[in-house]
């Protein structure tokens, strides 16, 4: 059997002053792969792959947010997508875990949950799908901050933060979900959802949580071998790392 873990982190603006704990976060959840958003710094991702003895890959978003991909396994090939509708960045990477190849898309959609943005990020998924539908025929997966609501998740909005109300206030505090479900549409398997069918798993804001934004899903192909799938949590370093909390999910292929 060939194990892989993979995990998605938001690691909020860059994590410039907080490579030390973002690197104890990482070390203690030994991914094999490692999707970063927010990854604005590049020299904070060489230095967490340098200690993580990962190999990575770094490109520009469309503004002022980037991205990243760390990974055990050779990375063979790369390509950025950062122009409408795909905001802020879709990350293509390719790494051969032998036997396998497995191509892993780590996102970061355009954030606020307001219907024209819900609408943009509808979109994007239109837009990704073409592209993996295009190239993409091994398994595969889409992970990352995707900013958007799963079809039967609940968002604490009377937890959020006083700006996110007074935006909220302006749909009258109703969530929209299109982005999620049309990949559900598409055949994907919510990782965490399969796995935890009536948790919460949210990834916003770890002293406070309210929303989970964070995803890894799963194509057919790679969903028949998910073991596991789990918010990190139970490191205190996560506390103080980033906005968000990573989320691992770990995927067990025979040898054939």
Not at 19 to 34: E, S, T, Y
Not at 112 to 121: D, K, V
Not at 153 to 159: E, G, I, S, T
Request: aromatic share 8%; glycine share 4%; proline share 5%.
């Amino acid at each position: 059997m060939t194990r892989l873990r993979v995990l998605t982190y938001n690691i909020d603006s860059g994590g410039t002053k907080r490579v030390g704990l973002i690197h104890a976060v990482l070390k203690h959840a030994d991914a094999d792969v490692i999707a970063l958003t927010e990854a604005d710094d590049p020299h904070v991702v060489a230095t967490l792959a340098d200690r993580l003895c990962m190999q990575h890959v770094w490109e520009r978003g469309s503004g002022d947010r980037h991205i990243a991909t760390l990974s055990r396994f050779p990375i063979t090939a790369h390509r950025i997508y950062n122009s409408p509708p795909l905001t802020q960045a879709a990350l293509e990477t390719t790494v051969e875990v032998a036997p396998h190849v497995l191509t892993v898309y780590n996102i970061h959609f355009l954030p606020y949950l307001l219907l024209p943005f819900e609408i943009r990020r509808w979109q994007a998924v239109g837009r990704l799908w073409q592209i993996i539908h295009a190239q993409t025929s091994g398994p595969h997966a889409i992970v990352g901050d995707l900013n958007a609501i799963a079809a039967h998740d609940r968002v604490l909005q009377r937890n959020n933060p006083a700006r996110m109300q007074r935006v909220m206030a302006l749909q009258l505090f109703i969530v929209f979900r299109l982005a999620i479900p049309r990949l559900m549409r598409a055949g994907y398997t919510d990782c965490y959802r399969r796995m935890h069918p009536r948790e919460d798993g949210f990834t916003w804001m770890p002293g406070n949580r309210t929303t989970r934004y964070d995803y890894i899903l799963a194509d057919a192909q790679l969903a028949q071998s998910l073991r596991a799938c789990r918010v990190v949590d139970e490191i205190d370093a996560v506390q103080h790392a980033s906005d968000h909390l990573p989320v691992l999910a770990e995927f067990e292929w025979s040898v054939r």
